[in-house]
Every structure is written in C-alpha cells, then in structure tokens.
C-alpha cells in the first residue's frame, strides 16, 4: 500500500537556522502531497500542498516541490523562527487508494531564541 | 465557521467500558475519516465514510465500531476499551477529489486515556 517517510525528530534549531525535513513516499497511483503542521494542543493545519509533478507548494516562508523522480517532498524554510516550533507530518492522497490520507510519522521541530 | 468539531476533548475510561466519540462537520464533506495519534507513529486510519450510510475499515480497525447515519456526523465506538487504546483521536473530512485533488479538515482531538 501507499506509505510515507520523513525523517525522525526531534530537530532542534537556532531562530533563524535554515530548516529542511525530508520526506518521501511511495503510491499506487498519481498522489497529491502534502504538509500539515501540528501545535501543541492542536488539531492538523494544511500547511502547503502540490498536486503534480515540479509543483512547489509555498505558505509562511514554508517550500516544498513535489519530485516524481525522486518521490520526495522536502519541506524547507529558509529562516525559522521561535513560533514555528511544532510537528510536521509528510501525507499524501491518492485517489487510486480511495482517497485516504497517509501520514508519516512527524518531525517534532524545536526553536531556540 | 466552526469547520471540524469533536466532542469530547478529554476523556478517563476504566477497562471494559464503553463509550462514543462524535465528530461533525458542517462544511457539506462527503468524506470523513477517524485517525489515532501515537508518540512516533504518526496518524492511522481506523475507519473512514465516503458518503452518508457508509463505512469502511482503514489500517487499525479492531476494538472500533462506526457509523454515519447523517452526512455531517461520524461517530467512532469503543464497545470495550482497552489500555491499549489510549491515545489521541482526530477526526477528519474532505471534499470528493473529482476536480483533482482535496486536503483535509481536522478536529482538535480528543485525548482518551484507558486505566
């Protein structure tokens, strides 16, 4: 079945630090990406998305280009800051699996100011 | 716009004890999913609903019961809990990909602990 890996946490960064989480997947059929973000406390956001090869999905400073060669879909961030401290999930959908969502199993990022 | 609502937040439960989580949605999904959340182990699928009046097993099924009979509620069972089901539960929705591609729609959760 369709499955995803990212890398293991936790990441500790300094403010400002270049972030990089690497995730890759594997799927049946043609999959949308996807990273969600997780705050304490908190349900799952949509951070960005890409639904086909060499797009780059973008929100927040937050990047990530989806590469079909590769099966990956590496979220960076240029320049982070203390409030994204948080946990991101790698997932996809793929729509021959009957739309279900799969998750890796998270990055725990911390930000140290 | 209150999106994906889940009640309750936190729950206690002895062994052995039943209990209902529900979730609802008023955003008009057609698709609505329950997931478990466990240190290192990411979100996996328990059930999930393509549509009113149905259901499906996703990857950890056993110990859970579902049902939809309202489009906008799916409502997750525990008929008798175990340790092993402590953890925390998302409910989610999304719209039918026909155009593409969908995302989902997440609760806040609920963080269920079994003694």
């Known amino acids: 079945g369709d499955s995803v890996t990212q890398m293991e946490g936790p990441v500790t960064l300094s403010e400002e630090a270049f972030l990089t989480i690497n995730c890759t997947y594997t799927a049946t059929g043609y999959p949308s990406l996807f990273w969600y973000v997780q705050y304490p406390g908190e349900g799952l956001q949509l951070l960005l998305k890409?639904?086909?090869?060499?797009d780059k999905g973008s929100n927040k400073g937050f990047e990530a280009t989806y590469r079909k060669e590769t099966t990956s879909f590496h979220l960076e961030k240029g320049s982070v800051q203390v409030s994204d401290s948080a946990v991101y999930f790698c997932a996809l959908s793929d729509r021959a699996y009957g739309q279900n969502f799969v998750f890796g199993p998270g990055t725990r990022l911390s930000v140290l100011p | 716009n209150a999106g994906v609502t889940q009640t309750p937040k936190f729950r206690v439960l002895k062994t052995g004890q039943s209990m209902t989580l529900l979730c609802a949605q008023d955003?008009?999904?057609?698709?609505m999913y329950w997931y478990r959340q466990d240190p290192g182990m990411g979100l996996r699928l328990i059930h999930y609903s393509v549509g009113e009046g149905t259901t499906a097993k996703g990857e950890v099924p056993d110990g859970y019961n579902v049902s939809r009979l309202k489009k906008q509620n799916f409502l997750l069972g525990l008929e008798s809990a175990a340790p092993s089901q402590t953890s925390v539960y998302f409910c989610a929705s999304s719209y039918d990909s026909v155009r593409g591609w969908t995302e989902a729609f997440f609760g806040q959760g609920t963080r269920l602990t079994v003694v």
């Open positions: 890409a639904t086909k090869a060499d």
């Open positions: 955003m008009n999904h057609e698709y």
